[in-house]
């Protein structure tokens, strides 16, 4: 006993002598850092905090999918949490990592960290799920095919994310005829056109047959993760672009 709670007290000191988030900074060189402030701010529903699980049912805690969180951090604005955030949370806490169904283990990371969505899955031929809170209660929001290929591969784990929420980017900022939109560093470029999604700011999934098309984007130019877009006309009698709509290539 006296060895845990010893070795609680040391990852406590741990935590806060290497804090793992900070506010992300509203100034500086760094433009994903600034985009990742201003769509937590006013970026509708958007999946900025993810933790990914390969294993719920494991003994003491979660088993996580194996990646490397720093790379799939800049690839975007999506941030993983990272394993050792959740692992603390539960001892710090003196939690027990509760028996029974997946959904109350789930509820205990949501309210330890909140984040805005939790992906449980591994290559075992099921389907990979997609959970967020609705009403209070983690619900799968998407099931589908995991990702092919090396899953801990931050580009390719990224790309399956935003494409089983169907959409490949979210407008940042919009000026005039102009709008910054942020998606996957490395494909905005290969991107010269898009399409902005009617009415889907407020929403986490996209599905395929409700994509109304707001109007179409063609590229100016791109760095990284951000590009620049030109609004290829909005007719009058459709809604306006906003920040945390969704975009498809």
């Known amino acids: 006993m006296v060895l845990r709670l010893l070795g609680k007290y040391l990852l406590f000191l741990f935590l806060l002598a290497h804090p793992t988030y900070a506010a992300a900074p509203s100034g500086g060189s760094d433009p994903l850092a600034q985009i990742k402030s201003i769509l937590k701010q006013k970026g509708g529903a958007l999946p900025h905090r993810v933790v990914f699980i390969a294993e719920l049912s494991a003994a003491r805690f979660p088993l996580f999918t194996?990646?490397?969180?720093?790379?799939?951090?800049?690839?975007?604005?999506?941030?993983?949490?990272?394993?050792?955030?959740?692992?603390?949370?539960?001892?710090?806490?003196?939690?027990?990592?509760?028996?029974?169904?997946?959904?109350?283990?789930?509820?205990?990371?949501?309210n330890l960290l909140s984040p805005d969505i939790i992906v449980v899955g591994t290559h075992d031929g099921k389907p990979w799920r997609i959970y967020t809170l609705v009403n209070g209660i983690p619900r799968v929001i998407v099931s589908a095919a995991g990702p092919y290929g090396f899953a801990s591969e931050p580009r390719i784990l990224l790309r399956w994310l935003l494409h089983a929420l169907g959409y490949d980017a979210v407008v940042t900022h919009v000026n005039g005829n102009v709008v910054t939109v942020v998606g996957i560093s490395g494909d905005i470029e290969r991107s010269p056109v898009g399409r902005v999604l009617d009415q889907s700011a407020g929403r986490f999934t996209i599905e395929a047959d409700v994509k109304s098309v707001i109007t179409e984007l063609k590229l100016i130019s791109a760095k990284g993760a951000v590009g620049e877009f030109k609004i290829q006309g909005l007719p009058n009698d459709r809604n306006p672009i906003v920040v945390g709509s969704k975009v498809v290539f």
């Open 66 to 110: 194996e990646l490397d969180t720093a790379v799939f951090n800049k690839l975007s604005f999506v941030t993983v949490i990272e394993p050792l955030d959740v692992k603390a949370s539960i001892l710090v806490n003196n939690l027990p990592w509760p028996d029974g169904a997946d959904e109350v283990r789930l509820q205990t990371i949501f």
